[in-house]
Antibody, heavy 123, light 107 residues
Framework: EVQLVESGGGLVQPGGSLRLSCAASGFTFSDHYMDWVRQAPGKGLEWVGRIRKRANSYTTEYAASVKGRFTISRDDSQNSLYLQMYSLETEDTAVYYC??????????????WGQGTLVTVSS | DIQMTQSPSSLSASVGDRVTITCRASQSISNYLNWFQQKPGKAPKLLIYAASSLQSGVPSRFSGSGSGTDFTLTISSLQPEDFATYYCQQSYTTPYTFGQGTKLEIK
């Protein structure tokens, strides 16, 4: 059974940093791109960024709203995905989901999601 | 960025009804369109990918169609467990973007 379990959320002051983790199991983690998606309280979904797999040099992409402040990394030996967040702003308050990316031909989609971890940025 | 616009934003319907939700992209995205269902306090669940391909395990009452800029999600006969919020998402190019959501409520 595919499982994604996020951790590391909590309360942080504006300007602070936080590192989220996502532990994966039930599939070959190293074969998949992985994404982060967030959802502000009562709002819709916002894609945060993605990390590709080793065969694609672990390249990353980010939403403009987090580029330069957030860094996505992975450790395939630990089946883990990370989101390092710096210079946090109140607008970053959200539930953060990790999601498994899958490809069917040219079509990319998030087929499994974690339960999410809440990040609250407030003084 | 590609803007995704869903309509309606909310919808009241009854068990057994046929329901259609539409999603419009600000530019052509071919059929790089996914649909998700989200229930309160839960993670989104993939229903449809590539505009019309049903994800494994999803009931056949869900279907998707469209190409270019206009897409639809149809639920052929609403069941009690279908009352949720639905999101479309384009996977044509990054940054991936979602519609604002359609909340499907019980009439």
């Amino acid at each position: 059974e595919v499982q994604l379990v996020e951790s590391g959320g909590g309360l942080v002051q504006p300007g602070g940093s936080l590192r989220l983790s996502c532990a994966a199991s039930g599939f070959t983690f190293s074969d998949h791109y992985m994404d982060w998606v967030r959802q502000a309280p009562g709002k819709g979904l916002e894609w945060v960024g993605r990390i590709r797999k080793r065969a694609n040099s672990y390249t990353t992409e980010y939403a403009a709203s987090v580029k330069g402040r957030f860094t996505i990394s992975r450790d395939d030996s630990q089946n883990s995905l990370y989101l390092q967040m710096y210079s946090l702003e109140t607008e970053d308050t959200a539930v953060y989901y990790c999601a498994r990316g899958s490809l069917s031909g040219r079509y990319y989609y998030f087929d499994y999601w974690g339960q999410g971890t809440l990040v609250t940025v407030s003084s | 960025d590609i803007q995704m616009t869903q309509s309606p934003s909310s919808l009241s319907a009854s068990v057994g009804d046929r329901v259609t939700i539409t999603c419009r992209a600000s530019q052509s995205i071919s059929n790089y369109l996914n649909w998700f269902q989200q229930k309160p306090g839960k993670a989104p669940k993939l229903l449809i990918y590539a505009a019309s391909s049903l994800q494994s395990g999803v009931p056949s009452r869900f279907s998707g169609s469209g190409s270019g800029t206009d897409f639809t999600l149809t639920i052929s006969s609403l069941q009690p467990e279908d009352f949720a919020t639905y999101y479309c998402q384009q996977s044509y190019t990054t940054p991936y973007t979602f519609g604002q959501g359609t909340k499907l409520e019980i009439k």
